[in-house]
Nanobody, 127 residues
Framework: QVQLVESGGGLVQAGGSLRLSCAASGSISNIAARSWYRQAPGKQREQVATITSSGTITSSGNTNYADSVKGRFTISRDNAKNTVYLQMNSLKPEDTAIYYC???????????????WGKGTLVNVSS
């Protein structure tokens, strides 16, 4: 099992910045990728940013972003702290959502990949 705890959400004015953190604990080996997702009221959860782990799946530390956040958001990680960050700049009201941390991990016991989720942190951007 992997436990994820997000922090850093809050209320910010449009144009402002926030940094989200996601600390992982538990079975943190074999992690293939870590991502941030978000879900706005009345909308489906969407993938915001992903960073792959070194030497796994397709690449070493590559990042990928939703088109809506490219150039504004940056995902990074601190392996020593088992923490992933999402730096969000130039925030817009449409960025308002609950942001969830995700771990995509190979599970030797099940012979497949499993996804783990945090409980989410609310980001509210006022106009």
């Amino acid at each position: 099992q992997v436990q994820l705890v997000e922090s850093g959400g809050g209320l910010v004015q449009a144009g402002g910045s926030l940094r989200l953190s996601c600390a992982a604990s538990g079975s943190i080996s074999n992690i293939a990728a870590r991502s941030w997702y978000r879900q706005a009221p009345g909308k489906q959860r969407e993938q915001v940013a992903t960073i792959t782990s070194s030497g796994t799946i397709t690449s070493s530390g590559n990042t990928n972003y939703a088109d809506s956040v490219k150039g504004r958001f940056t995902i990074s990680r601190d392996n020593a702290k088992n923490t992933v960050y999402l730096q969000m700049n130039s925030l817009k009201p449409e960025d308002t959502a609950i942001y969830y941390c995700n771990v995509h991990r190979w599970s030797p016991g099940s012979g497949g990949y499993m996804d783990y989720w945090g409980k989410g942190t609310l980001v509210n951007v006022s106009s």
